[in-house]
């Protein structure tokens, strides 16, 4: 016999993706769920034909007449339309009481928090699983955060922030965050609770993967869970693209920071009509990250990030991922009865396996800033796993390294920055890298036969995994790419003099730091988009003793 599933807001931007999955589950009756027949009938149609290994069919009902949704007799109901906002528990309760199972997408602070205790006693009794805020906000988070601090003894400041790619917003999406935008924020801050604007800030976070995006305080059940796990901040963001957008947001929250205007619900029909046409300025693709900061199990201090990045038009995925995990683990009986929000009760992977059909990429890393060596500390745990010579090269002691390499080059204006810079020209020559420990990193001295040239290498620390490299008043900053023989620099930015410049006016260095046949070898490029190549060379070292 078939379970019923009724998703509501089964055509809106997160219900129509989670759908298209729910249409593959066999066994299952799935009813598409909302207030306008048409989209719901041509979504119906789309997933038939594409091969739904499940029962569709369609119900118009308004979520706003509970008995609507129980007098379609479920096994399970799942929420995906919003927003939650100032909602009541109606809805879920005249679901439960029929004995049906509840899993919604809330993203609702007062919502979330409220939901065990208006609704857990009644869930137990009819021996029903009823989950709240199986999204991104808590339920990734929270499953992020247990993979990475699972064995730690204490956290003392998590910050969580949400990147989405370009794309049309919801309405209740667009509601949602106009019911806070400006508003106090109950937060913990500082070791202690306090208010603060919401989308207030505009921080540049890098998001792996993505890049940087601007970023606004952001008000979601996270702000009351991530408290719990932390003794001094436990904060998460939230950025719009473009960037316009998001500094727009930013500009008319003022009047009600300033106490000039109650709200901005009433905005909320123009600015979707306003942001719809503007996406397609934005970049498509998005992120998330999670990063924390304590004590492990063995007393090191210790920094981990775990990150997701996806493709154009993978985003609205993600927030639905979550449910259709504590769908599965409902039906499969790995959830006991009673109501809660979804914190503690999926595991990272189970959410990421609803996933892997899409371009979606993720990442966990680790590092221990109090360890001693620059690449150490840069690449974390990752930093183990290099080639011995790798290792030798890089592992933060005074080193001298020589042996062979070649170099080629762009004549003209190339070769007076060359001369400048002390730069090699084209030809082989005897090469010798002398690395010493330095305030914060390490001086590097490269000698191409006669040629001459220092740079200074030094960790980020309010950026982990980034490390500068700077030439005299440029500053180049990298990330690094590590994989089984080596590891990559990847440009991230540059400045002049401290302040950072755009990409298309300066030098490109693409580096790569690798081991082959148990030696130490490097490949550099540096190159001008108007100037053409200044200086390339590769080259293998041996390494001696200082």
């Known amino acids: 016999m078939s379970r019923r599933v009724v998703l509501i807001g089964a055509s809106g931007v997160f219900g129509a993706r989670m759908a298209a999955r729910l249409a593959l589950w066999p066994g299952i009756e799935l009813v598409l769920a909302g207030r306008r027949a048409e989209p719901l009938v041509a979504l119906q149609a789309e997933l038939a034909a594409a091969g739904a290994a499940a029962e569709l069919s369609v119900a118009t009902l308004d979520r706003q007449r509970p008995s609507e949704v ?39 602070r007062d919502f979330v928090a409220g939901f065990a205790g208006a609704l857990d006693d009644l869930a137990q009794r009819r021996g029903v699983v009823a989950v709240t805020g199986a999204s991104s906000s808590p339920a990734l988070t929270d499953a992020a955060l247990t993979t990475m601090t699972g064995n730690w003894r204490r956290t003392w400041r998590i910050r969580a922030a949400i990147a989405p790619g370009a794309q049309p917003p919801g309405l209740s999406v667009v509601r949602a965050c106009l019911s806070w935008a400006g508003q106090p924020l109950a937060c913990f801050a500082g070791g202690e609770w306090t208010e603060r604007p919401g989308w207030s800030g505009l921080e540049a976070l890098r998001f792996p993967g993505v890049g940087r995006r601007r ?4 008000d979601t059940p996270d702000l009351d869970l991530l408290a719990r796990r932390v003794s001094e901040e436990g904060l998460i963001f939230a950025g719009i693209e473009p960037p316009l957008l998001h500094v727009l947001l930013w500009l008319i929250a003022w009047p009600v920071r300033l106490r000039l205007a109650p709200g901005l619900a009433r905005l909320a029909r123009p600015l979707r009509a306003l942001a719809a046409p503007l996406t ?91 360890r001693q060596g620059l690449f150490p500390r840069v690449l974390g745990d990752a930093f183990e796993a290099l080639p011995d010579a790798v290792r030798a090269a890089h592992g933060g002691g005074a080193l001298t390294l020589r042996g062979r390499a070649a170099s080629r080059g762009a004549g003209g204006p190339a070769a007076l920055g060359r001369r400048i810079a002390g730069l090699p020209g084209p030809g082989r020559y005897d090469v010798e890298v002398s690395i010493r420990p330095a305030q914060g990193g390490e001086v590097w001295t490269r000698r191409f036969g006669a040629r001459r040239f220092s740079t200074r290498l030094v960790a980020l620390k309010a950026e982990p995994g980034l490390f500068e490299e700077r030439l005299g008043p440029m500053a180049f900053r990298f990330s690094a ?48 988009p108007w100037l053409g190549v200044i200086a390339a060379y590769a080259g293998r070292l041996n390494v001696n003793a200082p």
Do not use: K, N
């Open 70 to 108: 129980a007098a379609l007799s479920p096994w399970a109901v799942v929420d995906a339309a919003g927003p939650f906002q100032g909602a009541s528990y109606d809805l879920a309760r005249s679901v439960i009481e029929a004995g049906a199972h509840w899993v919604d997408l809330a993203d609702a």
């Open 215 to 218: 970023v606004s305080l952001a």
């Open 280 to 370: 397609r300025f934005g970049a498509p693709r998005g992120g998330m990250v999670v990063l924390a900061e304590g004590e492990d199990a063995h007393g090191e201090r210790r920094v981990a990030r775990w990150s997701l990045a996806t493709g154009p038009g993978a985003g609205p995925s993600v927030p639905g991922a979550p449910a259709l995990a504590a769908l599965r683990a409902i039906g499969e009986g790995r959830l006991a009865p009673g109501a809660r929000p979804c914190v503690g009760q999926l595991r990272l992977d189970d959410i990421l396996a609803e996933l892997t059909h899409l371009p979606i990429t993720t990442a966990l890393e680790a590092w221990s800033p109090e």
């Open 481 to 528: 790419a590590c994989d089984a023989a080596g590891f990559d620099w990847i440009q991230e930015r540059w400045s002049f003099a401290g302040v950072p410049m755009p990409r298309w006016l300066g030098p490109r260095v693409r580096a790569r730091t690798f081991a082959r046949d148990g030696a130490y070898r490097f490949r550099v490029v540096l190159a001008h």
